[in-house]
C-alpha cells in the first residue's frame, strides 16, 4: 500500500520483450508498467503462458538466447548512501528521489558532496546538481547495466525463486552442501561461516538444521521448497520474485509455507513479488495485484478494489469464474474462447474477442494503460465502474 | 447379485463394500516379509443415480487408485463393488441388475466396461497423439463392434457438438497437439460419454486447465448430468472445486474415508480433525477474509504396513490413549447423513 513512508524498490515501465520463434515471434511481454514499494508483497496473476514468469526473467536480465529485449526500463532503488549503489549508477539512466521529489536523467558525476544530473526539459538537455546528503533513494535503470554490473543485483538486490526449482536441486549433493555453494559464490565467506549461515536459514525457514547434511531424496515436497526459498534469502536481497513457490503442494504444507513467507518478509521487512496463476493464494498473499492477459498487464491496483470492484473486464472475468468454499454457492460464469496464441495475438485490446463489453474501438486501437481510479490502473476503453 | 432396495427419488447406482487395494512393495534386498501400502484400505459407500459423488484429499491419499478400481482398471486385494450395469446392451434400465463387478474376468469385464468410462488429469497424456479426433471419440464403438462407420461419424459429430467442439467438422480430422488443454479435456468428455455411460470416473478433470477454461469444463460436465443423468466420481484435491460441482463428497486420508456427506454440511462444518484442518487451509480468494488455521503436526506419508490404530493418529491434535490403542475408527452416521471415523466426535 502506498502510505507516504513507503517508498519505491523498483519501477517497471513499458517492458516490452519477444521470443523469435521457429512459429514465428512470441510477443510474450507488451509494454508492461508497474512499481514495487519497500515491504510491500505484490501479487502478479494471469493464466497460463501469459508471460509472468517472462516479465520477471526480463526485469533479471536472466533471457534465454532466443528472446529480444524491446525496450523499457526497470529502475531499482537503493538508499541514497549506498556508495556502490551509486557508483555502479554513474553515466546510467537513474531516477532519484530527494525530498519527495522525483529527477530523472542521466548521472554524469558523483562526487562526495552532490551528483550530477543531466536531465530533459522542454526538450533542451540542462544539467542539475543535487545534494547527496539530500539524497533518500537513488534508482538505477538495470536495462542499461552489463552483464558483469548485472551480477551482484541479482542474488544480493533481486533474487528468484524459479518456477518448479524444487525439481532442480541436485540429487547427488546433499541439500546443505547446495546451498553453501550457491552462498559462497555470491558472497565472501569462509566454509565455516557459510555453514552457519545455511543454518540460520534453515531455521528461518522451519528446517531442522539436520537435514543440512540429508539428500534432495529425503526430502518431502513441502521441505524441498523451503530448502529453495532459503536459498533465495541467502544473501539478504532487497526484493524477492516467487514465481509460483507452492504451486504443485498439498494445500495444507502451501499454506504453512506461505504464512512463513509472509512472516519472513515482515520480519525482515523485504519486498516481494509472488507469481501465481491461482487467484485464492493472491489474495491471501498480495498487498497489491496486477493482473496480466496475454502478455499485457490489464489491471493494477490495491489488492481490495480488485477484487471488490475491478475494472477490466478480463479481471472480473477472473474473478466470476473460481469457485470458493466459502460465500454463496454461485453459478460461475464461463468466458468464451481461450486465451490467444501470442505469435498472432488480437488487434487493439487483446482481450477484444472474448470481452463481453466490447465496443468498435477495442478491436482497433491498444487501450492505454492509465488511473481509472485512485492507485488502481488499468487498460481499457470501456472501465467498469 | 444383491436385492437391493430401490426407490424412486435416490436409486443406488454403485455400492462399495468394504474395498481394499494393497500395492506389494520392495522394501530391500533381505527384507524377508513383504510390505504393502495400502493404497485404498477398506472403504465403503454407494453413489445415487445421477449424483455427483466427490472424492477428495491430498496427493497420494488413494483418490486415483478408488477411481481406476471403480471402472475395473485394477483388481482390488478385496471387496466389493456392486453396480447396476445393463446386462445386455439392447436392453433400457429395466433390464439392469445390479452385479458386483470387483472380480469380474474377460469377456463379462468387456462388457461391463461399456456401462463406465473414465476421465484422466492429464489432457495432454490421455490422448494419443498419432489418432485423429474422430479416431479418438469414436474408438469404444468400435472395440464394441458398434455402428456402421457412417453411423460413427454422425454420433461422434453430435458429441463433439454437445461438448461444445463446434462445428464438429472442423475437429473430425485434427490431431490432440493441435488442441488447447480444455478442448482435448473437451474430446476426452465426448470419447466418455458416447457409449452413453450411467456413471463417468472424473480424476480431477479440469486442475490441468486455466481458470478461463476450466469454468468451461466444469458447466459442461453439470449440464450433462442435468439432461443425460450421468452419475460421476469427481476426483480431486480442491475443494472450492469440489463445493462447485458435487452433492456429496468423501474425504480420503492414507487409504481411508474419514469422513463422508453432503457437500455443503461436510465444508462448512468439518468434524473430523483432519478435514477441520484440510478445510482451514483452503486459501480464500477475497482479501478482506481473514482465516484461522489449524496446525497438524508434519506431513503425509506413505501407508506402508501402517499400524492397525487411526491412520491420523501421528498428526492428530486432539487423540486420546484410546485412540493410541484401538483399532481405525469406523465410519458412523453423526446425523443427517454425514459420516466420520473417529472416537472423538
Ligand atoms: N524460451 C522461450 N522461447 C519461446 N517462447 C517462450 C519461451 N518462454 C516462454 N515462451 C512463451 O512466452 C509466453 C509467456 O510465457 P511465460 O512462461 O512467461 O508465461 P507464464 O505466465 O509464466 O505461464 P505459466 O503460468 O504457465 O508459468 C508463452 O506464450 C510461452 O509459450
Ligand atoms: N501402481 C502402483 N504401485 C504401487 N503403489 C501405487 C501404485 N499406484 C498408486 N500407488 C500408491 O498408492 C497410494 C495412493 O495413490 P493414488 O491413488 O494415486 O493417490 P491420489 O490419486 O489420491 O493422489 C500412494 O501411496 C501411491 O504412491
Ligand atoms: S478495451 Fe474493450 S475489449 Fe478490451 S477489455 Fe476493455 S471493453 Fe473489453
Ligand atoms: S480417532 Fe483419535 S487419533 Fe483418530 S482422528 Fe479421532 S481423535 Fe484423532
Ligand atoms: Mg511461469
Ligand atoms: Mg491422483
Known amino acids: 500500500m502506498t502510505t507516504s513512508t513507503s517508498y519505491p524498490v523498483l519501477q517497471v515501465e513499458h517492458l516490452t520483450m519477444h521470443y523469435t520463434t521457429r512459429k514465428g515471434v512470441v510477443k510474450a511481454v507488451e509494454d508492461v508498467s508497474f512499481s514495487l514499494n519497500k515491504g510491500e508483497a505484490l501479487g502478479l496473476v494471469g493464466e497460463s503462458g501469459c508471460g509472468k514468469t517472462s516479465v520477471a526473467l526480463t526485469i533479471l536480465r536472466l533471457l534465454p538466447e532466443n528472446a529480444q529485449f524491446l525496450g523499457g526500463h526497470v529502475y531499482f532503488f ?41 536531465t530533459q526539459l522542454n526538450g533542451r538537455s540542462q544539467q542539475i546538481k543535487l545534494g547527496r546528503s539530500d539524497i533518500t533513494h537513488l534508482g538505477v535503470d538495470l536495462t542499461a547495466l552489463s552483464d558483469e554490473e548485472m551480477r551482484p543485483i541479482r542474488w544480493k538486490g533481486i533474487s528468484m525463486i524459479f518456477q518448479a526449482a524444487m525439481n532442480s536441486l541436485n540429487p547427488v549433493y546433499k541439500v546443505g552442501d547446495q546451498l553453501i555453494e550457491a552462498i559462497q559464490t555470491h558472497m565472501p565467506l569462509s566454509l565455516p561461516e557459510a555453514r552457519e549461515r545455511v543454518a540460520q536459514l534453515f531455521q528461518l525457514v522451519g528446517l531442522d538444521r539436520q537435514l543440512m547434511d540429508r539428500y534432495p531424496h529425503e526430502y518431502s515436497g513441502g521441505m524441498k521448497q523451503r530448502a529453495v526459498i532459503a536459498m533465495a534469502l541467502a544473501c539478504d536481497p532487497d526484493i524477492i520474485i516467487a514465481d509460483e513457490p507452492t504451486t504443485a503442494l498439498d494445500v495444507i504444507v502451501q499454506d504453512k509455507i506461505l504464512r512463513e513467507m509472509r512472516q519472513i518478509q515482515k520480519k525482515l521487512n523485504m519486498s516481494m513479488i509472488y507469481i501465481s496463476h491461482d487467484i485464492a493464494v493472491i489474495a491471501e498473499v498480495a498487498d497489491r495485484v496486477g493482473v496480466m492477459y496475454a502478455g499485457s498487464l490489464v489491471e493494477f491496483g490495491p489488492s481490495e478494489p480488485i477484487f471488490k470492484s475491478p475494472i477490466h473486464p478480463y479481471t472480473k472475468a477472473l474473478m466470476s469464474a473460481f469457485p470458493s468454499i466459502k460465500g454463496e454457492k454461485v453459478k460461475l460464469t464461463a468466458l468464451p474462447g481461450e486465451p490467444p496464441d501470442l505469435i498472432k495475438p488480437p488487434s487493439g485490446c487483446r482481450f477484444h474477442p472474448r470481452c463481453p463489453y466490447a465496443t468498435e474501438i477495442c478491436e482497433r486501437e491498444v487501450p492505454q494503460f492509465i488511473e481509472h481510479k485512485p492507485n488502481q490502473y488499468a487498460a481499457c476503453w470501456n472501465p467498469l465502474t | 447379485m444383491v ?27 533381505f527384507a524377508r516379509a513383504r510390505s504393502f501400502i495400502h493404497a485404498v484400505d477398506d472403504i465403503s459407500f454407494d453413489i445415487n443415480r445421477g449424483e455427483i459423488f466427490g472424492l477428495i484429499g491430498e496427493s497420494g491419499c488413494g483418490k486415483t487408485t478408488t477411481g481406476k478400481l471403480l471402472v475395473r482398471l485394477i483388481t482390488p486385494t478385496s471387496g466389493h463393488i456392486y453396480m447396476r450395469v445393463a446386462q445386455d446392451p439392447s436392453t433400457d434400465s429395466q433390464g439392469e441388475q445390479f452385479v458386483d463387478i470387483a472380480t469380474l474376468e474377460g469377456r463379462a469385464l468387456k462388457a461391463f466396461r461399456r456401462n463406465v468410462q473414465m476421465i484422466f488429469q492429464d489432457p495432454y497424456e490421455s490422448l494419443n497423439p498419432r489418432m485423429t479426433i474422430f479416431d479418438i471419440v469414436s474408438e469404444p464403438l468400435s472395440i464394441h463392434g458398434i455402428g456402421s462407420i457412417y453411423e460413427r461419424e454422425e454420433r461422434v459429430a453430435e458429441l463433439l457438438s454437445l461438448v461444445g467442439l463446434t462445428p464438429p467438422e472442423s475437429f473430425l480430422f485434427r490431431y490432440p497437439h493441435e488442441l488447447s488443454g480444455g478442448q482435448r479435456q473437451r474430446v476426452a468428455i465426448a470419447r466418455a460419454m458416447i ?38 466420481l469427481y476426483i480431486t484435491h480442491d475443494l472450492a472445486v469440489a463445493r462447485y460441482m458435487c452433492d456429496r463428497i468423501a474425504v480420503m486420508y492414507l487409504g481411508k474415508i474419514v469422513e463422508l456427506g453432503p457437500t455443503e454440511e461436510v465444508i462448512q462444518n468439518p468434524l473430523h480433525p483432519y478435514t477441520r484442518a484440510l478445510i482451514s487451509a483452503v486459501p480464500i480468494p477475497d482479501p478482506t477474509v481473514e482465516r484461522q488455521p489449524i496446525e497438524i503436526k508434519g506431513g503425509v506419508s506413505k501407508p506402508i504396513d501402517p499400524p492397525p490404530r487411526c491412520r491420523f493418529y501421528e498428526r492428530c491434535p486432539i487423540a486420546t490413549e484410546r485412540c493410541a490403542h484401538s483399532d481405525h475408527p469406523p465410519l458412523e452416521d453423526k446425523g443427517n447423513g454425514h459420516f466420520a471415523a473417529c472416537y472423538e466426535i
Not at chain 1, 530527494?98 to 552532490?114: T, Y
Open chain 1, 78 to 118: 537503493r538508499d541514497g548512501s549506498d556508495e556502490a549503489h551509486v557508483r555502479r549508477a554513474l553515466g546510467k539512466p537513474v531516477k532519484i528521489l530527494l525530498n519527495g521529489r522525483e529527477h530523472q536523467g542521466r548521472l554524469l558525476e558523483v562526487n562526495r558532496a552532490q551528483l550530477v544530473l543531466e
Open chain 2, 195 to 232: 457409449l452413453n455411460p450411467s456413471f463417468i470416473v472424473a480424476d480431477e478433470p479440469t486442475s490441468m486447465l486455466d481458470v478461463s477454461i476450466r469454468t468451461g469444463v466444469m458447466n459442461l460436465m453439470l449440464d450433462l448430468r442435468e439432461e443425460f443423468g450421468i452419475s460421476y
Open chain 2, 3 to 29: 436385492a437391493l432396495q430401490t426407490q424412486t427419488k435416490t436409486e443406488i447406482l454403485v455400492r462399495v463394500e468394504n474395498l481394499r487395494m494393497l500395492y506389494p512393495v520392495a522394501t530391500g534386498v
